[in-house]
């Protein structure tokens, strides 16, 4: 079956960095384009990055544009995002996202802590 596994999460500085990753497993990775989201404490989910199947077109939220890079590795299975000059702001549980064949698929998430 579809399984999304996040990792990387973590308490990072402000101004620091940290890389998310989120292996895909029980689809054709390759022809799905896949996003990341993130959930704040108390808040809604929001949507953060997309990608498209071959990795060469994303788009991405207002409050990450320019700080975040979302990509992905097809011959491994997995999605990225890589997250620069992190905020408290940016504290928040981060999900991976993909819609196979109609239907869509969530990871666990994990907890980015952006903190001195």
């Known amino acids: 079956q579809v399984q999304l596994v996040e990792s990387g999460g973590g308490l990072v500085q402000p101004g620091g960095s940290r890389r998310l990753s989120c292996a895909a497993s029980g689809f054709t990775f390759s022809s799905y384009a896949m996003s990341w989201y993130r959930q704040a404490p108390g808040k809604e989910r929001d949507w953060v990055a997309r990608?498209?199947?071959?990795?060469?077109?994303?788009t991405y939220a207002d409050s990450v544009k320019g700080r975040f890079t979302i990509s992905r590795d097809n011959a491994e299975n997995t999605v990225y995002l890589q997250m620069n000059s992190l905020k408290p702001e940016d504290t928040a549980v981060y999900y991976c996202?993909?819609?196979?064949?109609?239907?869509?698929?969530w990871g666990k998430g994990t907890l980015v802590t952006v903190s001195s």
């Open positions: 990608i498209t199947t071959n990795g060469i077109g994303t």
């Open positions: 996202r993909g819609v196979v064949r109609g239907t869509i698929y």
